[in-house]
Every structure is written in structure tokens, then in C-alpha cells.
């Protein structure tokens, strides 16, 4: 047993075990075939070199990120109100005082002060009689007294109510100069999965830089739609100090126009940043208005201060503050970029994968558009045996044999029995 297989193995062919396989190919003598299948490898080559690693930046690995923004809004503004001006710093023009990604600036204020509960009429709420109290979508009948008093329907509600129209009972504060209130923006961003030990920031800048219409240091503006600007190339540090009026005007509207039912902007901190390089990353600012609704824009909300006058006791009172103003949106997100060697590969190999379109054209023509198609199919292609048959025919004659030793074999037995 041994033996027969050391024998075996003895006479095994390495030769034939470990050969190499290649392809044949033959040269197609036309200059036509050559010509479109090295045009379509310099397009293929342009394409994986010009667009997809130098446009693309396909060479690198990249992260999108989501990072932080510190608002700090300055400065001050007043208003008239029956000849008595007042005062509104930023503590007063700016409510909610602190807010996560967002900001609000005041730019008109209606104050209904000494409401208390009780029953009075709604100006919101016209009516001819008692009628129209009732039966309408906007009717509460845990609310609606179903009472039309001068013209109003008597409501169970906190009196006396607002009225934008009434200066009796809702004070109307506009501020004036509010556009020169100005904002600090601060933004910082990071992309752990690239490099979790360095952040982008802007926070530890100790001074604000002042936007200046775009011409200083450099800095252009592109106006990348009707109410949207972006501010600086990532060259170099954008402003990031901007007053109100000058957010309006990048947004492609104006104070006058909004100050009177407000608006809503974003303000965004764009990063581009590659991770692996030592340079400073600059971002670019956005400022867009996001507002633009035919049917409903501007930006308005209500609070209020409650408090009893006298004692614990004593009746519950508010003053109603129904604000219209900028509602400002700020954000800080980008791309961040490393080198990466598996990218490289990846788009090489795609690369490599489309130069089989050039050989697929070129036999396309070569085989069925070419007037010579007949001529270079008898090169390109041959036609072996059809050794199905040849097989169906060898299992005749194996068949044949059998069944004539089959023959030969009763013949000699019946002799045997003679």
C-alpha cells in the first residue's frame, strides 16, 4: 500500500501541477479599433484622475460633523411709547436670554400689563349679536360667554386681552436702532472617527472681528442664492462679529421690511477641514432666510411675568409680552478629510475595472459594425468539435461490442452443451 503510493507520488509532473495559465490575444492590425480603445482609456484615465482624485478629493476618507455655537448679543436700543422713551439692552431686547443653537432679537414688543382672570371682550373675536358668539370654528363654550359686547364676544380669559389695535390696554414698543444690536458668533467643531484628539475652533479667539461689507482682509461674499450669502474662501478667519441690519442685508432683505413682523435666519459655521494637516482650518459663514413662505412668514411668540400685587393672597396678575423680532439659527457643521490609503486603492481599482469598457468597445465594433466583422470573427473566435456527438457516437460502438461479445458468449455455451 505504501509503496504504490510513494510510486504514484514519484511520477507526479510538478511541471504540470504548478503551470501557469495565460491569455492569448491577437493583434488586430486596424487603426480604428486601436484609436477607440485608447480613447476611451485617456477619458477613462482623465475621469479617475481629474474628477474623482483631484476634484473629488477621492484619495481621502471623510466624516461629516455636527459641532457646537456660543451666540453673545451686544449693544443697545429704546423706544417711545405716549412721549416716555425707554430703554432695551440686550438683557431686555434679547428673550429667551440663553438658548442652545438659537438666538432672538426684539425688534417690536407689545406689553398688556395688569391682566387678570376674569370675563371681558375678545378684540380677536368681532360680532353684530349674541349669535356670533356661538356656532363658530374658533367658539370654546367652556370659554365664550355667548355674549357680543361692543362688538366683541365676552370670553372667560385673562382682561383685559391683548389688542395690537387698543393703546389703551396693549402698550406698542418699537425699537428703534434694534439692527444695530450686534452678534458674536463662536463655533467649534470636531471629527472623532478620523481624529478624536484635534477640534476646530473659534471659541478662543479674545476679540470679535467686525464684519466690514466683505473688503476687509481679504474677505469676498458669495451671494449663493436670493436670500443666501456665504462670507470668506477658507483662506483665512471670516468675520464673526455682525449686527442685526448686516444679517438682514446678507439674507437679501432689510430691517425695515421685517422689523414689523419679524423673520427667521440661519446662521452657519461651514468647515472643510483636513485633519492630518498642521495648518490652521479657516471656516466660511452662511447667512440665509428661511422664512420665505408665501402663505406664513415672519416670527412671532408670546410670554409673560406673573405676579401678585399686594400679598400671597391677593389676585394673580401678569403682564402679557407678545414679541415679534429675528429669530436667529445658528449651527456649526462640515466635512472633515484625511489622507487615506484604503481610498486610494478603492478608486485605483475602480479605475482598473473601467478600462475593460475600452476592450468591450472595441471588439463591439470590431465584431459587428466594421464591414471586415467576418474576417476578424474567424481570428477572434474558433469552433471546436461538437464533442457531444462524437461522445453519443463512441457510446454506439462501446454498445455494439457488448452486444456482439454478448453474442459470441451464448454461441460458445450452446456449443459447450453439444
Known sequence: ?????????????????????????????DRRLGLLCWLIRVIVAAYVIGYVFIYCEGYTATEKGVGHVISQISGATYSTYSGSPRTWDAVDAVQPALENGAAFVSTQVYLTPGQTSGTCPSPSKQCTDNSDCTGRSDYNEHISTGQCTNSMCSENQWCPAFSDASVSTTQNHQLQGADTLSLWVKASIAFPSLDASRIFSTIDEEKPGAYSGGTGAGITNVVTGPSSTTIGDGSSMPPDQFTVGELLELAGTSYDTVKSTGCVLA?????????????????????QRLDLSTRRNGFSYEYAHYYRTTSATSTLTRDLYTVKGVRLLLSSRGVGKKVSLSAIMLQISSGIALLWLAGAAADFLMLYILPEAKHYRTYKQE???????????????????KKLRDRKNRFAAKLDES
Open 1 to 29: 500500500m505504501l509503496s504504490s503510493l510513494r510510486r504514484q507520488l514519484t511520477t507526479l509532473d510538478l511541471d504540470e501541477i504548478f503551470s501557469y495559465q495565460t491569455t492569448k490575444e491577437v493583434r488586430m492590425l
Open 267 to 287: 446662521v452657519s459655521t461651514l468647515w472643510d477641514c483636513f485633519v492630518d494637516n498642521t495648518q490652521p482650518c479657516y471656516p466660511t459663514i452662511n447667512v
Open 383 to 401: 469552433r471546436t468539435p461538437d464533442f457531444s456527438d462524437l461522445r453519443n457516437k463512441i457510446a454506439e460502438v462501446e454498445g455494439e461490442k
